[in-house]
T-cell receptor
Framework: DAKTTQPNSMESNEEEPVHLPCNHS???????IHWYRQLPSQGPEYVIH???SNVNNRMASLAIAEDRKSSTLILHRATLRDAAVYYC?????????????FGKGTKLSVIP | NAGVMQNPRHLVRRRGQEARLRCSPM?????VYWYRQLPEEGLKFMVY????????ESGMPKERFSAEFPKEGPSILRIQQVVRGDSAAYFC????????????FGPGTRLLVL
């Protein structure tokens, strides 16, 4: 899987939007962009994924750059429960690509 | 719909003992993955199993570690003769199929070796 680069940490005030960036300049045409998050002492939780178009679900939005070399996970209104480590992961769409490669992620702190 | 279940949530073993970690995938999922998270590190893939088959164990240490996913019952990750370096959080994930299918993770088993 291609490599991703994320800031080590970010802070946000509660109830404000949060934009978590991810750079993936070596992304291939068949790589999907996945986001997971890991709350303290819990397992990773799937957040969202996309290929080329922006995606929305009940948890977040994913904005993908036109050249696909970067993406941004958007939490529209941060809550204390959103404090977690957020991982941006590239996955090839091929059937044999099942390993998730977790980097260090971005540790998001939410300030009340 | 119950999620991925793992037990025990916490396990304490002395050096040289055996550790057995269990994982029940989500209903309808037949693919199981095990990951290990050492303290202050990211998750690392260990093994991928389908029912009664090990598909990829490239991330498993060569000795003392084994995994199975029998036709009936949960997947088991077994660590023989544990050492202090085995202390970690072990996470199981499941999916309905491979490739693009989303993996859903369990809460993990935290193994402490004394």
């Amino acid at each position: 899987d291609a490599k991703t680069t994320q800031p080590n940490s970010m802070e946000s005030n509660e109830e404000e939007p949060v934009h978590l960036p991810c750079n993936h300049s070596t992304i291939s045409g068949t790589d999907y962009i996945h986001w997971y998050r890991q709350l303290p002492s819990q397992g990773p939780e799937y957040v969202i994924h996309g290929l080329t178009s922006n995606v929305n679900n009940r948890m977040a939005s994913l904005a993908i750059a036109e050249d696909r070399k970067s993406s941004t996970l958007i939490l529209h209104r941060a809550t204390l429960r959103d404090a977690a480590v957020y991982y941006c992961i590239l996955r090839d769409s091929g059937a044999g690509s099942y390993q998730l490669t977790f980097g260090k992620g971005t540790k998001l702190s939410v300030i009340p | 719909n119950a999620g991925v279940m793992q037990n025990p949530r916490h396990l304490v073993r002395r050096r040289g003992q055996e550790a057995r970690l269990r994982c029940s995938p989500m209903k309808g999922h037949s693919h199981v993955y095990w990951y290990r998270q050492l303290p202050e590190e990211g998750l690392k893939f260990m093994v991928y199993l389908q029912k009664e088959n090990i598909i990829d164990e490239s991330g498993m240490p060569k000795e003392r570690f084994s995994a199975e996913f029998p036709k009936e019952g949960p997947s088991i990750l077994r660590i023989q003769q544990v050492v202090r370096g085995d202390s970690a959080a072990y996470f199981c994930a499941s999916s309905a199929a491979t490739g693009r299918e989303t993996q859903y993770f369990g809460p993990g088993t935290r193994l402490l070796v004394l």
